[in-house]
């Protein structure tokens, strides 16, 4: 893969992020009373955002390590050990 597509990806992953982050901060500034519910468990909104920030960054993460990945660091076919003897012999 090339830098500039792997520069292209994470230009994309960011902006993902940078959205959920954005309306996190959204409704920290606008609507306040909404982060101070309790819906699951007694925990407040705020919490579950800021938990589901955090997972959404590792996921993205992870999903940006497995793409940029060079071709031959990934398994395919040919690599996978052939058990048993070569049918066409």
């Given at each position: 893969?090339?830098?500039?597509?792997?520069?292209?990806?994470?230009?994309?992953?960011?902006?993902l992020y940078l959205l959920f982050y954005s309306g996190f901060i959204l409704i920290n500034i606008f609507a306040p009373q909404l982060m101070e519910m309790t819906p699951l468990a007694g925990v407040n909104v705020a919490i579950w955002y800021g938990f589901g920030l955090i997972?959404?960054?590792?996921?993205?993460?992870?999903?940006?390590g497995l793409l940029c990945q060079p071709i031959h660091d990934r398994p395919s076919e040919s690599s996978v050990p052939q058990s048993g003897k070569d049918i066409r012999a």
């Open positions: 893969m090339s830098s500039v597509r792997n520069n292209r990806l994470a230009a994309q992953l960011f902006s997972i959404l960054a590792v996921i993205l993460a992870f999903l940006y």
